[in-house]
């Protein structure tokens, strides 16, 4: 009995790790995550928003130099009147008013250094005469 016991709990134990160490890495999964994107295996997607009115949009996230070294911010602007982008890095200005025409599209490439831990991002997007906006607002690391 004991020994039938060592052999079944060794049996499974071994077509566990067959299983785990035989499963190819990209056939089994169902669907990427919030946080992957299916274009590029190197590509991380932070953000990925769409926006209308007259408020300015604004959001936060973090980018670390160990998910990638490049950043791009994507603005389409699907509205009537041309928005203006700003973005800051760790609480400092990093560019400010980058202008986008109707129906045009923006992106800013950006280095990632990373300081100690990660770099804290904002972007803001508005429009001078307070016209309704219609983005597309994205960020992706790689």
């Known amino acids: 009995m004991k020994k039938s016991l060592v052999v079944i709990s060794t049996l ?8 785990f160490a ?5 056939s089994t999964r169902i669907a990427p995550t919030q946080l992957e994107t299916s ?20 959001n936060s996230f973090h ?3 160990h998910a990638g070294k490049r950043l791009d911010v994507d603005v389409k602007n699907d509205g009537s009147g041309t928005v ?5 890095r760790d609480g400092e200005y990093y ?6 025409s109707p129906g045009q ?13 990660s770099e804290k991002w904002k972007v803001f997007i508005n429009t001078k005469d307070g016209h309704n906006m219609d983005i597309q607002v994205s960020a992706r690391q790689y």
């Open 105 to 117: 599209q923006k992106t800013e490439t950006i280095n990632v250094y990373g300081g100690f831990i």
């Open 63 to 65: 980018a670390n130099i």
């Open 22 to 26: 035989s499963a190819a890495p990209d």
């Open 39 to 58: 274009t590029d295996s190197r590509e991380i997607s932070l953000f990925d928003v769409s926006h209308i009115g007259s408020h300015t949009f604004q």
């Open 12 to 19: 499974l134990m071994l077509s566990t790790f067959t299983g």
């Open 84 to 88: 203006f982008m700003t973005l800051m």
């Open 95 to 100: 560019a400010v008013d980058i202008p986008i």
